[in-house]
C-alpha cells in the first residue's frame, strides 16, 4: 500500500492553501493545540517527533518546551508546508528542525520520548504498519499523543458547508469512513484495536469538543466564507464542481446563523488519544 496519492495531494493545491492558511488554521485549532501539549507535556531534554507536522505550530511549542538539551522534529511529506514550517522556525529563532518524509516509513530506528501529532495521522494507506514503525521509533515507555477528528456529524465546521451547498453539489460519491482522511480515525474502538495491535499500550480516548472559529475581522461572514471555501470538505467539492460564485452568498446567508459576538464559531469535536510504548 503507498501513501503516493496524499503526498501528491500535500505537495499540491492544497498544500499552498494550508500555508496561506496557516494563522487562521492556528487560530481555529487553538483549543486543540493547548490540550494536546497539555497531554504530552514534553519535557526540558526530551527527544520529539512531531508526525505530520504541517506548517510547524506544535513542533515549535515542542522546541522551546524540550530547551536547548533536547530536540523537536517536524516530519511532513509537504514541500510548501515543511519550507514554511522552517521559516517560521528561523524568525523565532526556534531550534526545531523539520523533515521531509512519509512518517509511515521515515528512519529505520529512533529514540523518542514523545511521538506526537494535531490531525497529522490519519492519511496513511495502512494506519497499522504506520503506528507499528512508530512504535519502533519510540524509546521504551515512550509516549503517543495525538489528536484526530471524531466522526463527521459532530463537526459542524465540515458537515455545514456541504448541507448548505447540498443542492448546487453533484451527489457525492459514497466513500469508505477508514480511507486516508480526515475522519478515518473517527470510530475510536477501532483505533484502539489498531494501536494495541501496533503494540501501544494503555490506550486512552479523551472527547474534546471545541468552538471552531473561522470567521472573525472586520467582516466574520465573509472571512467565514473564505474559510469555508479553502479548507475541508465543501471547499474540495466546490473546487471540483466550480461553483464558487454561486457557493459565496449561499454560505453567506447560511452563517449568519453562527455570528456572535462578532465572531463565527462552528462545533468541532476531536478525540485527544495517549498511549505508551
Ligand atoms: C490536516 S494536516 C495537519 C498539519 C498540522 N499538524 C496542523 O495541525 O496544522 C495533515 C498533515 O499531514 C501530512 N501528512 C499526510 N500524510 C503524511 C505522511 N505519510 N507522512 C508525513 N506527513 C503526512 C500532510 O502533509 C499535512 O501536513
Given at each position: 500500500m503507498s501513501n503516493a496519492e496524499q503526498i501528491d495531494y500535500w505537495n499540491g493545491k492544497v498544500g499552498d492553501i494550508w500555508v496561506?492558511?496557516?494563522e487562521r488554521m492556528d487560530a481555529a485549532l487553538t483549543p486543540v493545540t493547548a490540550a494536546l501539549l497539555a497531554a504530552a507535556a514534553p519535557q526540558p531534554g526530551e527527544a520529539v517527533l512531531d508526525v505530520g507536522c504541517g506548517a510547524g505550530e506544535t513542533t515549535l511549542a515542542a522546541a522551546l518546551a524540550v530547551g536547548e538539551d533536547g530536540s523537536a522534529l517536524g516530519l511532513d511529506i509537504s514541500a510548501p508546508l515543511l519550507a514554511h514550517a522552517r521559516s517560521r522556525?528561523?524568525?523565532l529563532l526556534c531550534d526545531a528542525d523539520f523533515i521531509a518524509g512519509d512518517a509511515s516509513t521515515w528512519a529505520d530506528e529512533g529514540d523518542f520520548d514523545l511521538i506526537m501529532s494535531r490531525f497529522?495521522?490519519?492519511?496513511?494507506a495502512d494506519p497499522g504498519a504506520a503506528f507499528a514503525h512508530f512504535h519502533r521509533l519510540a524509546a521504551p515507555g515512550g509516549r503517543l499523543v495525538f489528536a484526530c477528528w471524531q466522526p463527521a456529524a459532530r463537526n459542524l465546521w465540515a458537515t455545514f458547508p456541504m448541507t448548505?451547498?447540498?443542492?448546487?453539489l453533484p451527489p457525492q460519491p459514497a466513500s469508505d469512513p477508514h480511507a486516508p482522511g480526515p475522519f478515518a480515525f473517527a470510530d475510536a474502538a477501532r483505533v484502539a484495536m489498531m494501536l494495541e495491535a501496533a503494540g501501544w499500550q494503555d490506550a486512552t480516548f479523551h472527547s474534546l469538543p471545541f468552538a471552531m472559529l473561522i470567521g472573525s475581522g472586520d467582516d466574520p461572514i465573509a472571512d467565514a466564507v473564505s474559510f469555508n471555501l479553502k479548507i475541508g470538505p465543501a471547499a474540495r467539492a466546490v473546487r471540483d464542481a466550480g461553483i464558487g460564485s454561486d457557493a459565496r452568498p449561499r454560505l453567506a446567508a447560511e452563517l449568519g446563523l453562527y455570528l456572535a459576538g462578532g465572531e463565527v464559531?462552528?462545533?468541532?469535536a476531536a478525540w485527544l488519544v495517549t498511549?505508551?510504548?
Open positions: 496561506q492558511m496557516q522556525a528561523e524568525a497529522g495521522v490519519m492519511f496513511f448548505a451547498l447540498a443542492d448546487l464559531a462552528l462545533p468541532g498511549a505508551r510504548a
